[in-house]
């Protein structure tokens, strides 16, 4: 089973600045046969379900803002908030959609220093 | 508007059984596997079961093979999950989720239905 890895559980930036979240996979999360690395992130509000991010490590989904931004490779993992806005406060999770039974990371707690 | 309404959550002792549905409208959800993820009191997000779009596969995570049941009602667009032998440890909110397709990347998400299992 893949063991998902976040760090750190929690981040305070001050409004406009940049934050970064972490996430490590205890195997390759890259399908060599079409060059994707299964990983996707969420953001989840307190009294909501998750909302998809990004996939394939670097997708947008459609109307994220592209202050939202998803890289790396094979193993190590960063989704990256540009500018950090209010309405950014919330839990983020990394997700391996490589392989079953599929997993996600403990989480990372964003808030306003 | 694609919606996924789950039902069916409540309060059960450990040993009992309970079963969860998923109403779903908006998208054909003959065409979709579907998954089931669970989220403990401020805790993370564990994925539980899924099932291909015409119910002829399942998988399961360890922690609940061979106490729950993954299944479809294509004509009724209704995901359910049968629940027995609950423990403690199942408390959680249940979502039903669609993967975005061509991946297991979850696009929609229920708003959850609350699973207590307690004396």
């Known amino acids: 089973d893949i063991v998902m890895t976040q760090s750190p559980d929690s981040l305070a930036v001050s409004l406009g600045e940049r934050a970064t979240i972490n996430c490590k996979s205890s195997q390759s999360l890259l399908y060599r046969s079409n060059s994707k690395n299964y990983l996707a992130w969420y953001q989840q509000k307190p009294g909501q379900p998750p909302k998809l991010l990004i996939y394939?490590?670097?997708t947008r989904e459609s109307g994220v803002p592209d202050r939202f931004s998803g890289s790396g490779s094979e193993t190590d993992f960063s989704l990256t908030i540009s500018s950090l806005q209010a309405e950014d406060v919330a839990v983020y999770y990394c997700?391996?959609?490589?392989?079953?039974?599929?997993?996600f990371g403990g989480g990372t707690k964003v808030e306003i220093k | 508007e694609v919606q996924l309404v789950e039902s069916g959550g409540g309060l059960v002792q450990p040993g009992g059984s309970l079963r969860l549905s998923c109403e779903v409208s908006g998208f054909t959800f003959s065409s979709y596997w579907m998954h089931w993820v669970r989220q403990a009191p401020g805790k993370g997000l564990v994925w539980v079961s899924r099932i291909d779009s015409d119910g002829s596969t399942t998988n399961y995570a360890d922690s609940v093979k061979g106490r729950f049941t993954i299944s479809r009602d294509n004509a009724k667009n209704t995901l359910y999950l049968q629940m027995n032998s609950l423990r403690a440890e199942d408390t959680a909110v249940y979502y039903c989720v669609r993967p975005f397709t061509g991946t297991n990347a979850f696009d929609m998400w229920g708003q959850g239905t609350m699973v207590t299992v307690s004396s």
């Open positions: 394939w490590a670097s």
């Open positions: 997700q391996q959609h490589y392989g079953i039974p599929l997993s």
